[in-house]
């Protein structure tokens, strides 16, 4: 098992997989994590599907156009999830509050998913196994993929996560500074402009030189984007769609 430090200091997305199944002792510490996630109020306000079939996954790929999910050996889609307290609070006669048509609700729903995914990501890379969450899971396709995962309302995809064995080690992409990504007792007051155009320029330099595919992308165009993408993506419709009516 790699070290802690190792584990998340040398991850990065990997998309390309062996065929080879991963081992049953590595897929039982990644529900074991995933089992002891952190979660709001303790209410494990998320559910996980781990698909394995292979035409499944198939389909999944010809919604989202992610190799990744057909070539993975176990392809993990994280769910908020208000279905499981709903159910046993209704079995026990239990008033419950709209909780799920809040923006709080969803909040914490998308909160416990995110960190179950990022509890299965660390035991994966651990074991030495190769991931990468694939947020297309959410957006591509919303209705078409809650019906082929048979979703029930008030559970809402947050994003997937292949994992497999790695047939590939890109090179690590360069990430923020420190300073600009952890700010000391509150919010930097300085003009930071131009550490952000040092790290737009690293990820020029970056792009260019690596090994594998090689770009003149930069940094910040790419990201805006998929913003511009982004912004085509019926979230509201999905969410109201899923049995999370958003209302306050
Ligand atoms: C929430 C989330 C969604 C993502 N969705 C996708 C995706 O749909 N397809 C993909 O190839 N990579 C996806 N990624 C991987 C990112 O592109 C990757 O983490 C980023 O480029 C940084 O690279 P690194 O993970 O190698 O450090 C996603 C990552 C996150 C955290």
């Keep these: 098992m790699k070290s802690v430090k190792d584990t998340l200091l040398q991850r990065r997305s990997i998309r390309r997989y062996e065929r080879e ?6 897929m039982l510490l990644i529900y074991e994590a995933i089992r002891n996630t952190p979660t709001s109020y303790n209410g494990q306000q998320f559910s996980v599907i781990d698909v394995t079939d292979q035409t499944l996954k198939e389909q999944l790929y010809e919604l989202t156009q992610q190799k990744q999910i057909k070539t993975c050996n176990h392809f993990l889609v994280f769910c908020a999830d ?17 909780f799920e048509h809040t923006a709080d609700g969803v909040i914490v729903g998308i909160i416990d998913a995110s960190l179950a995914m990022m509890s299965a990501l660390v035991a994966a890379e651990s074991c030495g196994l190769g991931t990468c969450c694939i947020g297309y899971t959410r957006t591509a396709a919303p209705k078409a993929i809650a019906e082929l995962l048979k979703l029930p309302k008030c559970v809402f995809i947050v994003c997937g996560l292949a994992i497999g064995v790695p047939r590939e080690k890109p090179d690590l992409k360069p990430k923020q500074s420190e300073k600009l990504l952890i700010h000391s007792n509150c919010y930097r007051t300085d003009d930071f402009t131009q550490e952000l155009v040092d790290y737009d320029n690293e990820i ?3 792009n260019a030189t ?30 109201k769609n899923s049995g999370y009516d958003i209302i306050k």
């Design 82 to 98: 208000f279905n499981k307290v709903r159910k046993i609070a209704t079995h026990k006669g239990i008033e419950m509050p709209d």
């Design 210 to 239: 690596r090994s594998g595919m090689k770009s003149d992308n930069d940094w910040v165009s790419h990201i805006v984007d998929y913003y511009w993408q982004a912004m085509n993506y019926e979230m509201l419709e999905a969410l």
């Design 21 to 26: 199944a991963i081992a049953a002792e590595d």
């Design 204 to 206: 020029i330099n970056f």
